[in-house]
């Protein structure tokens, strides 16, 4: 895959994609420093930087520098320095936060990491234990000479590099040696409270090594040493073309996938010269490529000291999201449905309906067939559980499972190969194009015919991720919905051309087109004096021709808002160009998700069309992915998704951020109404 790159427009020059994404990133560690944000959530707002930025690294900015090297690069050096240098920038400023902020911080609450110099005789003596019986028999140290080699370093795998003084037992002077990190084990461990009497106090496993580096050297002295971690180019390179079974193909390139081409290095501040320009040069980086870091090299394990911390107080309130009103207890899923559509809004309410539904299906005699997309569903799902048992039920039960759903590819190859064994029909979508859509299809038998039920969703079909990113679901019995979503899975089987949805918009044959014919429609009545509105919550917006088309409209004289999490290409506030257009990101407790398009271009309902998705505005959303948007017809759900997912995000003043046309984003306030909150307020219970 290569990267999205494009010249600045005549009279408009767009957004930088990747420094949009690190500018993202910014406003994530900004929730690091808030102090109404509770301490240990603010710790994980430090982690999640840091996952975000191996994500960046392992995908976007390997994709950037591929695409510097092409002939004729449409990314300049210069384009590629500045990039660097913004997220070296916001590394620094992420761990003076860590250092600076939050774990001074904790440590007045009484929750402390310990290095060895901090640790008192007792506790050094419980960590020598600890290191000997659970540490020591793992690691395996390599002494480099021509006959031992630098070792394969996986992606993302802590190590130490030594230099040591002295000779070895053969008499030589080798002076370079690797430790590699077990990844089996835990990277922070937890002391026995009777040893910090009034905390609780943490040692990480880089501490507990490194203090006994001398030991794993007998005879030789260690001059010096420090952490070291490679980030590695992660995409999985299979030739879709050129494979009869692709499953096969990706189980086999998940095993090289760990040593890709090393895109960044990072070290501890105080790693020598020396060292850290022999790393560079074994893994082939530029000098750019190396980031110092003041503290731990991997901050996202991290998030085990988050775990593990007894201080309730110091994380969010605990809420449990509300059962839908609409959805009396103890009524069949399937007679409700048959009375009109149901809107879930997670994390608010409960992902549970979904899993009531498939339930139902399962064990319903009339229930004949059950089709569903399998995305990011994670490694264990009571959803895919369900779906085994509806195959050895003798359902007919069709599953499209996308094989290429980054970095849960291995889950998903899992399950298709456990459904297969119990007769259910795998497709693995469409080469080249990997199936992002989310829907499930269930058809039973009711009075001598058939009657379809579907769930359309903006997010996966994943209830741990249904509790922390908001997504919309759609319950509905609706013929003519319902037989377009069948069209699709028919589509997605036999590869044939079937009939166009008549409802259902589809990538990549249908979205794009009518989204842009949307857009137009909206700048003319704009030009003609009518009302002219577009409203559109995506995560992230860098298409091009829709970015030219959301421009003209503005121009027209349309009012326009984006509500985009992510990166955003098109600069807002540009005179004679975006006057008319502004960019808001929230970032809060929850993981905006939901991709709600809302477009007016006149005074009566006609003019009028709300669409759900599972797309971002996104080349690769439009044009290489099976995404799928719906209208939402009814005017009652459309008014109430207007009302919980576009208007309070438009006047929250708590975690609202405006772009600027220079591509910055200023805080719009620190107090007044959050969206997030009032939702959780709207559906907490009576």
């Given at each position: 895959?290569?990267?999205?790159?494009?010249?600045?427009?005549?009279?408009?020059?767009?957004?930088?994609?990747?420094?949009?994404?690190?500018?993202?990133n910014?406003?994530?560690?900004?929730?690091?420093?808030?102090?109404?944000?509770?301490?240990?959530?603010?710790?994980?707002?430090?982690c999640?930087?840091?996952?975000?930025?191996?994500?960046?690294?392992?995908?976007?900015?390997?994709?950037?520098?591929?695409?510097?090297?092409?002939?004729?690069?449409?990314?300049?050096?210069?384009?590629l320095?500045?990039?660097?240098?913004?997220?070296?920038?916001?590394?620094?400023?992420?761990?003076?936060?860590?250092?600076?902020?939050?774990?001074?911080?904790?440590?007045?609450?009484?929750?402390?990491?310990?290095?060895?110099?901090?640790?008192?005789?007792?506790?050094?003596?419980?960590?020598?234990?600890?290191?000997?019986?659970?540490?020591?028999?793992?690691?395996v140290?390599?002494?480099?000479?021509?006959?031992?080699?630098?070792?394969?370093?996986?992606?993302?795998?802590?190590?130490?590099?030594?230099?040591?003084?002295g000779?070895?037992?053969?008499?030589?002077e080798?002076?370079?040696?690797?430790?590699?990190?077990?990844?089996?084990?835990?990277?922070?461990?937890?002391?026995?409270d009777?040893?910090?009497?009034?905390?609780?106090?943490?040692?990480?496993?880089?501490?507990?090594?490194?203090?006994?580096?001398?030991?794993?050297?007998?005879?030789?002295?260690?001059?010096?040493?420090?952490?070291?971690?490679?980030?590695?180019?992660?995409?999985?390179?299979?030739?879709?073309?050129?494979?009869?079974?692709?499953?096969?193909?990706?189980?086999?390139?998940?095993?090289?996938?760990?040593?890709?081409?090393?895109?960044?290095?990072?070290?501890?501040?105080?790693?020598?010269?020396e060292?850290?320009?022999?790393?560079?040069?074994?893994?082939g980086?530029?000098?750019?490529?190396?980031?110092?870091?003041?503290?731990?090299?991997?901050?996202?394990?991290?998030?085990?000291?988050?775990?593990?911390?007894?201080?309730?107080?110091?994380?969010?309130?605990?809420?449990?999201?509300?059962?839908?009103?609409?959805?009396?207890?103890?009524?069949?899923?399937?007679?409700?449905?048959?009375?009109?559509?149901?809107?879930?809004?997670?994390?608010?309410?409960?992902?549970?309906?979904?899993?009531?539904?498939?339930?139902?299906?399962?064990?319903?005699?009339?229930?004949?067939?059950?089709?569903?997309?399998?995305?990011?569903?994670?490694?264990?799902?009571?959803?895919?559980?369900?779906?085994?048992?509806?195959?050895?039920?003798?359902?007919?039960?069709?599953?499209?499972?996308?094989?290429?759903?980054?970095?849960?590819?291995?889950?998903?190859?899992?399950?298709?190969?456990?459904?297969?064994?119990?007769?259910?029909?795998?497709?693995?979508?469409?080469?080249?194009?990997?199936?992002?859509?989310?829907?499930?299809?269930?058809?039973?038998?009711?009075?001598?015919?058939?009657r379809?039920?579907?769930?359309?969703?903006?997010g996966?079909?994943?209830?741990?991720?249904?509790?922390?990113?908001?997504?919309?679901?759609?319950?509905?019995?609706?013929?003519?919905l319902?037989?377009?979503?069948?069209t699709?899975?028919?589509?997605?089987?036999?590869?044939?051309?079937?009939?166009?949805?008549?409802?259902?918009?589809?990538?990549?044959?249908?979205?794009?087109?009518?989204?842009?014919?949307?857009i137009?429609?909206?700048?003319?009545?704009?030009?003609?004096?009518?009302?002219?509105?577009?409203?559109?919550?995506v995560?992230?917006?860098?298409?091009?021709?829709?970015?030219?088309?959301l421009?003209?409209?503005?121009?027209?004289?349309?009012?326009?808002?984006?509500?985009?999490?992510?990166?955003?290409?098109?600069?807002?506030?540009?005179?004679?160009?975006?006057?008319?257009?502004?960019?808001?990101?929230?970032?809060?407790?929850?993981?905006?998700?939901?991709?709600?398009?809302?477009?007016?271009?006149?005074?009566?309902?006609?003019?009028?069309?709300?669409?759900?998705?599972?797309?971002?505005?996104?080349?690769?959303n439009?044009?290489?992915?099976?995404?799928?948007?719906?209208?939402?017809?009814?005017?009652?759900l459309?008014?109430r998704?207007i009302?919980?997912?576009?208007?309070?995000?438009?006047?929250d003043?708590?975690?609202?951020?405006?772009?600027?046309?220079?591509?910055?984003?200023?805080?719009?306030?620190?107090?007044?109404?959050?969206?997030?909150?009032?939702?959780?307020?709207?559906?907490?219970?009576?």
């Amino acid at each position: 895959m290569t990267a999205e790159v494009h010249a600045p427009r005549a009279g408009l020059a767009l957004l930088n994609r990747e420094r949009a994404i690190l500018e993202f990133n910014h406003r994530v560690l900004a929730q690091a420093r808030r102090p109404d944000v509770p301490l240990l959530e603010r710790l994980r707002y430090i982690c999640i930087v840091s996952s975000n930025l191996d994500e960046f690294f392992e995908v976007r900015f390997g994709d950037y520098l591929e695409a510097s090297r092409q002939p004729g690069a449409a990314v300049s050096a210069r384009d590629l320095a500045e990039v660097a240098a913004a997220a070296h920038d916001l590394i620094d400023r992420q761990y003076a936060v860590f250092n600076d902020e939050v774990m001074p911080a904790l440590e007045l609450e009484g929750i402390v990491v310990l290095n060895h110099a901090e640790r008192n005789l007792q506790q050094r003596r419980w960590v020598d234990h600890f290191f000997q019986r659970q540490v020591r028999p793992l690691l395996v140290p390599v002494g480099l000479d021509p006959s031992h080699p630098f070792p394969q370093v996986a992606n993302k795998s802590l190590n130490f590099i030594v230099k040591l003084g002295g000779k070895d037992a053969f008499g030589r002077e080798n002076s370079i040696a690797i430790v590699k990190v077990p990844r089996v084990l835990p990277r922070v461990i937890r002391l026995p409270d009777e040893l910090a009497p009034g905390q609780q106090a943490f040692v990480l496993l880089s501490s507990v090594i490194r203090a006994h580096l001398e030991e794993l050297f007998p005879g030789r002295t260690v001059e010096a040493f420090s952490q070291f971690r490679v980030t590695r180019d992660s995409d999985l390179a299979v030739d879709e073309q050129d494979v009869t079974n692709l499953r096969q193909a990706l189980r086999t390139s998940l095993t090289t996938r760990h040593f890709g081409q090393a895109i960044r290095l990072e070290v501890v501040r105080t790693c020598p010269e020396e060292l850290s320009s022999f790393l560079l040069q074994q893994f082939g980086l530029p000098p750019q490529a190396l980031y110092r870091v003041n503290g731990p090299v991997n901050l996202v394990r991290l998030d085990q000291l988050i775990e593990q911390a007894d201080a309730p107080h110091l994380r969010y309130p605990s809420y449990e999201p509300a059962w839908p009103a609409a959805l009396p207890r103890g009524v069949s899923m399937f007679q409700r449905l048959r009375e009109g559509d149901v809107l879930l809004h997670h994390p608010f309410e409960s992902f549970e309906p979904v899993v009531q539904l498939l339930r139902e299906a399962v064990h319903d005699p009339d229930v004949l067939a059950i089709k569903q997309t399998i995305y990011r569903t994670g490694a264990q799902s009571v959803l895919m559980d369900l779906l085994l048992e509806a195959a050895r039920r003798g359902k007919e039960v069709t599953a499209v499972v996308e094989l290429k759903a980054r970095f849960d590819e291995e889950a998903n190859i899992n399950w298709a190969e456990q459904l297969e064994a119990v007769g259910a029909q795998v497709v693995y979508g469409i080469v080249g194009l990997k199936t992002h859509a989310k829907l499930l299809l269930v058809t039973r038998r009711e009075g001598g015919r058939l009657r379809r039920y579907a769930h359309l969703s903006t997010g996966n079909y994943n209830p741990k991720t249904a509790r922390l990113y908001t997504d919309i679901g759609h319950l509905t019995a609706d013929p003519e919905l319902t037989a377009d979503a069948d069209t699709v899975f028919q589509q997605l089987a036999s590869l044939t051309k079937v009939r166009p949805p008549r409802h259902l918009l589809l990538a990549p044959f249908t979205l794009h087109k009518q989204m842009l014919r949307h857009i137009d429609q909206v700048a003319e009545a704009a030009a003609a004096g009518r009302p002219a509105r577009i409203v559109l919550k995506v995560n992230a917006l860098t298409d091009v021709p829709l970015i030219e088309a959301l421009v003209r409209a503005a121009q027209a004289g349309a009012r326009i808002d984006l509500l985009v999490r992510g990166a955003c290409m098109l600069p807002p506030g540009v005179p004679r160009w975006t006057e008319r257009i502004r960019v808001r990101s929230i970032v809060g407790r929850f993981l905006e998700h939901t991709r709600v398009i809302y477009f007016r271009w006149g005074d009566t309902e006609a003019q009028e069309v709300l669409y759900l998705s599972s797309a971002d505005w996104m080349s690769r959303n439009m044009f290489r992915r099976i995404e799928v948007a719906w209208p939402v017809r009814e005017a009652r759900l459309r008014q109430r998704v207007i009302d919980e997912c576009l208007v309070p995000y438009l006047h929250d003043r708590m975690d609202a951020w405006e772009l600027a046309s220079d591509g910055h984003y200023v805080r719009v306030a620190e107090d007044g109404p959050s969206a997030q909150q009032a939702l959780l307020a709207r559906y907490a219970a009576p």
